[in-house]
């Protein structure tokens, strides 16, 4: 599950520093990437980006934020990372510095997409599309007839479409449910 970047330069061994490295404009193809399974111990960090990254999307288009505080982004993520049925992928940089993480919900007959997020940080260099191709690659590979993505209205549809996916349905509301 490791994608070799085209060169393999990279600032420094060191762990890098979250704002100079990491928001340089190069491009994930670039910089060498590692993707592999989450586990638990991924929880506190995936938990942060989560919080981050849609914190970021939903203030940027004046909407409540998903998630109330890191803590209880690590609290979902530690549910995820530890559930059996939920396949999971990390992006990391040299060093194993997390950059990002998706899931894929295979509790049902249809694969269920996400929660993607990149930290705010190093998005719009190409990590969204190396995740969400792991999770349709590992869609694929266990035959699931179809995989679903639900997201708010407000977010982009367009960046996603490129992807395959084609509008279902418009929920009116959603009633929030634990997974099981
Ligand atoms: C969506 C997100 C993961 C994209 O990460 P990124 O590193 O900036 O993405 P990229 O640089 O690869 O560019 C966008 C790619 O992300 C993916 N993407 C974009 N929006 C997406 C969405 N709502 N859901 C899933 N994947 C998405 C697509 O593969 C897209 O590829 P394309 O531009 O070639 O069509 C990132 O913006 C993020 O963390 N957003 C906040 C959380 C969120 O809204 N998650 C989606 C709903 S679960």
New binding site residues.
Partial sequence: MSRKPAKTQHASTKKPKRSNALTAARP?SSMSVKLRRGEPADAKECGRI?FE??K??ATKHDFPQDFTSPEVGAMLMSFLLGHAKFYSVVAELDGGRIV?SNFLDERSEIAG??????D?I????????????DVLARAKERKFPGVR?A?AAY??F???Q??GFAPASRFRSCAARHPR
């Fill in positions: 994930a989560v990254a849609f970021s999307i990002g997409v996400g929660p993607i997020s990149v705010p190093i998005q719009g260099k190409g990590f969204g599309r190396i995740l969400m191709e993505l997201q977010k982009p367009v960046s996603i490129s992807l």
